[in-house]
């Protein structure tokens, strides 16, 4: 019923399987080329596969014939296995799912050829040589094809001298090869182990050796050597002809890592991200399906190409919240990952310092083997950390930073070594309002504040989008000169910096202030190379950067994730912050972390301070346990919304008194969600609770088909395993 909804949307994706039901063939067979797929063809497979609900024929007019086939690789059985799979667990539509698997659009459509340009050999000199011609013909002597912009880059002129090259015949037009990929060498380099790594190698490549699924948590502090050790594994699945795909939270940010690949490999790994253009995404879609691609190092959607013969597949920074898609196909791609290595019967790496509680109790139990890599691969002890009580050392009126946080990074300059100043908190200030009535700036299309950005004068929404020029005056009083911050970001952090430490070189990361992947990637290189004094970041900076000359970490807001009605609010605190302090001394001395805090007793800040991170998992997965929450039990949110709060509401009651009655499953809400209007929608929430063996599936696919029709404006959003509580 659901593929005829949306039938005109998905015939063409469903085409593969329409074709090999009509034939009665096994999916894994492929389609004769010579087999002619007509709509009437189509409808009759339909009619036959598909209960229809009610008796009203389909139009075949509406239906239009498949006019030719593009020459472009079949999607593997095995990708049409992961994404029933998926469509099952998710209760994503098919066809949607579908599309994840067929995301590079350019891999669909006639490849345009491209044209470039390289230098005629033995062509005279034009008489008029100008300084701008003469560049660009030094340039092209080496004989490379290169596109008119690259050449005119390359030789700081424009295109029209290029041209004016070409019509003086120095010059000529030629098509561009197609790009190859080159293929890693799993002999490039030869690493040296400690005693605890190698031990760890031993093991993961027994794993790929063994050509069967099996899953390892590769759990070692930061600075330990993880990516080295799970190299060893990526070789040997080279070796054995298999391809390889390395998950990251943050992969326009790790010019490290493929640095670290291309020295051990002897060249750069196949990337996959959103900064990629059309073109680029749709010939490396083809390069995983014909297997050209041998390691795709990507985003959390790299896990849907098509791969023609996957053989590992690891998981950097496992813990990270960034691997949960909360749009369209809400999935968890660490999770779903283990499943795409147990349908393709391989290994898969989940490699993190700070696993999530779910891969811990995996590793317990005995579903992960245990690989612990319990200190740094230079010798250098883990960072001091200690905590600032902000009820004894507070900052100075009007400033953020406490008297002992700055005598550190005042040392720290005077020794020439970095510091870090950590605050996930982006712009300038979290709220603005007007000292003199009380005004605050809101959102007018979501139920949040305006942040304040003020290097770029502005106020924004970090929800919706919604921006606007920052006043002068207050528009509700016209009060001149009245409006005041209030809170810090790192905006804010850096004026204080900046007039604190006027000689040093500081350098912001925040993801809303670096236009593109080149320019932060350029800023990240910068600070390695020793050029920023003092660095400001979000939590960008704890994604696996190593800072050589960086010795003291301050948090500014240790306390800043745990007011939040959110089951891993403790989890994710403890992560952030140790990984944030996990920069420090790295290949030196012995760095220090410091935490700004009112709440020096909390569990989460003695946990850090202490370093005692056994003792904060027990508590934490106790919790857990007693509580029925991940991973020993099931949440699902449901999310209702529309343009108008009552019939939101009415529809969220509506959906709460249809719940089928069940033993085990508990069903809260509804209730208006914390950030109650977004995008000008007002939500509410349920959220179902289960035991983990319990078929919560099933259960929600009875009380779905039991709702009324879903009309006009209103949604209904299901969130299996949500993340965001919000």
């Known amino acids: 019923s659901s593929l005829k909804k949306t039938f005109a949307i998905e015939f063409d994706l469903a085409l593969g399987d329409l074709t090999m039901l009509a034939n009665g063939m096994d999916m894994s067979e492929s389609i004769p080329a010579d087999f002619e797929v007509t709509a009437e063809l189509a409808m009759t497979v339909v009619d036959t596969y598909v209960d229809l609900e009610d008796d009203k024929p389909l139009d075949l007019k509406k239906l239009k014939s498949i006019a030719g086939r593009l ?14 799979w998926i469509s099952r667990y998710t209760l994503a539509p098919l066809g949607m799912v579908a599309r994840l698997m067929m995301g590079a659009q350019a891999a669909f459509e006639p490849v345009k050829p491209r044209f470039g340009v390289r230098l005629v050999e033995g062509a005279p000199v034009p008489a008029r040589m100008t300084p701008a011609r003469t560049r660009a013909v030094e340039i092209a002597r080496d004989g490379l094809i290169r596109a008119k912009s690259a050449l005119a880059a390359e030789a700081a002129c424009t295109t029209g001298v290029v041209d004016g090259l070409i019509e003086a015949g120095v010059l000529v037009e ?38 069967n699924y099996s899953g390892s948590l590769l759990d070692g502090v930061t600075g330990s050597g993880k ?35 291309k020295a051990r490999f002897g060249c750069l790994p196949v990337e996959w991200h959103s900064a990629l253009a059309g073109p680029e995404r749709g010939r490396i879609w083809k390069a995983a399906a014909t297997g050209e691609a041998r390691v795709v190092v990507g985003a959390r959607s790299a896990l849907f190409l098509p791969y023609r013969e996957l053989g590992l597949i690891v998981i950097d920074e496992e813990h990270d919240a960034g691997f949960k898609q909360d749009d369209r196909v809400h999935y968890q791609a660490r999770d779903m990952a283990v499943v795409r290595a147990n349908l393709g019967k391989l290994p898969i790496v989940l490699a993190s310092a700070t696993p999530s509680i779910e891969s811990h109790v995996n590793a317990r139990t005995g579903r992960y083997r245990h690989l612990v890599l319990p200190g740094r691969y230079t010798g250098v002890e883990m960072p001091d950390v200690q905590a600032i009580d902000l009820r004894k050392d507070p900052p100075e009126r009007g400033k953020w930073l406490s008297p002992v946080l700055v005598a550190a990074v005042t040392e720290t300059l005077a020794r020439g070594q970095q510091s870090l100043l950590f605050l996930n908190r982006r712009g300038y200030a979290p709220l603005t309002l007007c000292r003199m009535c009380g005004h ?76 593109g992947l080149l320019e932060m990637r350029e800023i990240i290189k910068r600070i390695e190379q020793g050029e920023a004094h003092i660095i400001i970041g979000t939590q960008i900076v704890a994604k696996g950067h190593h800072f050589p000359d960086l010795a003291t970490v301050g948090i500014v807001d240790g306390d800043l994730g745990l007011g939040q009605a959110d089951p891993r609010a403790a989890e994710r605190t403890f992560q952030l912050m140790h990984q944030v302090t996990g920069r420090a001394g790295r290949a030196f001395a012995r760095g220090r972390g410091l935490v700004q805090t009112h709440m020096p007793e909390h569990p989460v800040m003695e946990a850090i301070i202490s370093g005692d991170r056994e003792a904060f998992l027990e508590r934490e997965i106790r919790a857990r346990q007693s509580a029925l929450l991940p991973p020993y039990g099931r949440l699902v949110a449901l999310i209702i919304s529309h343009r108008q709060k009552e019939i939101a509401e009415a529809f969220a009651r509506e959906v709460a008194r249809r719940a089928p009655p069940a033993e085990r499953i508990e069903v809260l809400g509804p209730a208006e969600a914390p950030i109650a209007v977004v995008r000008g929608r007002h939500r509410w929430r349920l959220l179902v609770k289960s035991p983990r063996e319990t078929d919560v599936q099933a259960y929600l696919r009875a009380w779905l088909a039991d709702l009324p029709d879903i009309k006009g404006d209103l949604r209904l959003t299901v969130d299996v395993d949500p993340y965001s509580f919000l």
Request: net charge negative.
């Open 71 to 84: 020459d472009v690789p079949l999607l593997p059985a095995l990708s049409m296995r992961f994404a029933e």
């Open 174 to 211: 030629v098509a561009i090869p197609e790009r190859r990929y080159p293929r890693p060498d799993p002999r490039h380099a030869v690493v040296e182990f400690s005693e605890h790594q190698a031990a760890a190698v031993r093991t993961l490549v027994g794993a790929v050796d063994a050509d």
């Open 227 to 261: 990516t080295e050790v799970y190299y060893e594994a990526v070789a040997r699945a080279l070796e054995h002809e298999r391809q390889v795909l390395i998950l990251l939270p943050e992969i326009a940010l790790t010019s490290q890592f493929m640095d670290r690949f």
């Open 440 to 515: 605050r700036f809101e959102c007018p299309q979501c139920t949040a504040w305006l942040v304040e950005h003020r290097f770029r004068h502005r106020l924004n929404c970090h929800h919706c989008g919604f921006s606007l020029p920052l006043p002068e005056k207050c528009p509700k009083c016209a009060e001149p000169g009245a409006l005041v911050a209030c809170g810090p970001g790192v905006e804010r952090i850096a004026e204080e910096v900046a007039e604190r430490f006027p000689e040093a070189k500081l350098a912001l990361l925040s993801s809303d202030l670096i236009p």
